[in-house]
């Protein structure tokens, strides 16, 4: 070999030898390093970086291969006034070697175990986590290969209106993770996909379970393919009633939140598409709705929405403006060929008619604090049909034999056979008049039946109330409070050709004991059978009478 290659062969094992005593002594070193001692660095840097006061109360753990790891347990950061803001169990944070021996940090990836998350805004706006430092600042742009989060918790609190969110078991799978823009404005300068998870959300009456979705954000427009829930459920604490919304799926595009943070609900806007299995309200159950959503500055629309409801097709739209202090509903309902059988059992009472009708509704609901929502609700609330049937009784039988024998209950007809959805709530599940039906049997036929109502702060005003059987032809006129749940002036009238009334009764008081005339439905279950009017004036005089109704259900010939 000549002199030239040995000396080559030399040099090399040499530079080899040197390089294996330096990665040696490398290993030595981090083998025996302890990362625990610079925690007080590590806790000030951090404290200085967020504003916060930042301590680790547990381990630190590091390893070196094949990446460099970081891991802490129990750290905890308090904001201003000294109320903990965020608690993590346990942080993991992997970083490359290469950069680091060059004293720079490049993270590749951060998982966070069990976060407590406490958002507290106080009654001039300003959040727990905000410092004179922090405030207004341009952060430092920041991206992530990715990032994990399990088991986490968050709770957010308004001090000046009182109502907390809070949302429990979070999971959070997200890659590309990168925040740009001031500091503090993370929900509008975050960019990413991944999956989220969530057990429930908890916001004032508002309860959501098992929230699942794939989710991108590109800068602080965020989209959902399909955000899915098990349930949503609103109780109402003032009245115990509960409404459940079950298998909820969601698509959401163009999702961005504008104006102050905190503020998400009246500055959220996105648009998209919701399906739900089944609504349920007490008796009432509502299958397949759908319809195309969309909000814009804290107001919510679902237009145009269908659903199979009461055996029919309904179709309509709602709107939701929370915009306000007070939110505000609006729906617009029509249901074709609606079972009337099945609009009984949903409120509850024995199927006294049966057949197909038409159902219209268009009212405005106000959510106040201190007011249930049916004292907040107007608009206009219509049931009409044709050639119906009714069980248990004869109409015509009974109607033609009542001058003669004026032994049962125009009441009766009204709630039921007039009132329409009204009348099955003004009955309170006390079914007055049932056994007089039920002991007379028969079946007979309405011809036609109208029900409309004009309500005004949960009070309900007949404008245009009949049904006309075969001969005979009944209305009714009034009111129902439905805040005070009373009768208001409520009768009944048989009338003539002329629409005047040849017999009436009118009904007053509260709904679960109604006064008759001057007797009480309790009376009428005792009593097989009373004489309602010992002496009955008919109001025709010289050929006139006064009418008592001339709306659109028309005299049988």
Not at 149 to 173: A, H
Request: aromatic share 8%.
């Amino acid at each position: 070999m000549r002199a030239e290659g040995k000396k080559i062969l030399i040099i090399a094992g040499s530079v080899i030898g040197v390089m294996a005593l330096i990665m040696t002594a490398a290993i030595t070193v981090l083998l025996s390093f302890d990362i625990n001692s610079f925690k007080p660095a590590i806790e000030t840097a951090a404290s200085e970086k967020t504003g916060l006061d930042v301590k680790i109360r547990g381990r630190m753990g590091f390893s070196f291969f094949p990446l460099v790891n970081v891991s802490a347990k129990d750290i905890h950061a308090t904001g201003k006034g000294g109320g903990e803001f965020l608690f993590l169990e346990q942080v993991k944070v992997r970083v490359e070697l290469i950069p680091l021996l060059k004293k720079q940090i490049k993270v590749t990836s951060c998982e966070v175990v069990k976060p407590a998350l406490n958002i507290v805004k106080d009654a001039e706006g300003k959040f727990n986590f905000e410092t004179k430092s922090t405030r207004g600042r341009r952060g430092t742009p920041f991206s992530l290969g990715e990032f994990k989060l399990s088991r986490g918790m968050l709770v957010y609190l308004d001090k000046k209106t009182g109502e907390k969110t809070e949302l429990k078991e979070i999971n959070l799978t997200l890659k590309d993770l990168s925040v740009s823009g001031p500091s503090g404005e993370i929900i509008k300068n975050v960019s990413f996909t991944g999956t989220m998870e969530c057990r429930e959300l908890q916001r004032k009456n508002i309860t959501i379970q098992n929230i699942n979705a794939p989710v991108k954000a590109v800068r602080g427009i965020y989209s959902f393919q399909t955000l899915d829930m098990k349930s949503l459920v609103y109780l109402d604490k003032k009245t115990g009633e509960k409404t459940e919304l079950k298998e909820i799926n969601l698509t959401l595009k163009d999702l961005s939140v504008s104006g102050p943070s905190g503020e998400i609900i009246k500055n959220v806007s996105f648009t998209g598409t919701m399906e739900c299995r089944e609504l349920q309200r007490k008796n009432i159950r509502i299958y397949n709705v759908k319809g195309s959503t969309r909000a814009d500055k804290g107001v919510f629309y679902v237009k145009p929405f269908t659903m199979d409801i009461f055996g029919g097709i309904g179709e309509g739209d709602a709107t939701a403006d929370r915009s306000k202090t007070d939110v505000e509903y609006k729906i617009n309902l029509k249901v074709s060929k609606l079972d009337l059988g099945t609009l009984q059992e949903s409120f509850g009472i024995k199927m006294l008619i049966s057949g197909k009708g038409d159902l219209a509704a268009s009212l405005t609901i106000k959510e106040k604090s201190d007011r249930n929502l049916i004292n907040t609700t107007s608009g206009v609330l219509s049931l009409v049909g044709n050639n119906l049937v009714t069980h248990y009784v004869d109409l015509d039988k009974i109607l033609s034999a009542y001058e003669t024998s004026q032994k049962f209950s125009l009441v009766d007809i009204g709630v039921f056979f007039i009132a329409g959805p009204l009348g099955s709530i003004a009955l309170k599940g006390y079914h007055y008049g049932d056994l007089y039906y039920q002991t007379q049997g028969g079946r007979g036929t309405i011809t036609k039946f109208v029900s409309q109502w004009k309500i005004k702060n949960g009070v309900a005003e007949a404008t245009d109330c009949a049904l006309a059987t075969r001969h005979n032809r009944v209305a009714l006129k009034g009111k129902l409070n439905l805040v005070s749940q009373r009768y208001d002036n409520v009768i009944v009238a048989l009338l003539d050709d002329k629409g005047c009334a040849k017999f009436r009764q009118s009904v007053s008081g509260p709904f679960a004991a109604p006064q008759i005339g001057a007797i009480s439905a309790v009376e009428s279950f005792t009593s097989q059978i009373f004489d309602l009017y010992r002496q009955v004036k008919r109001l025709v005089q010289g050929g006139k009478c006064e009418v008592f109704y001339n709306g659109s259900v028309q005299q049988p010939e």
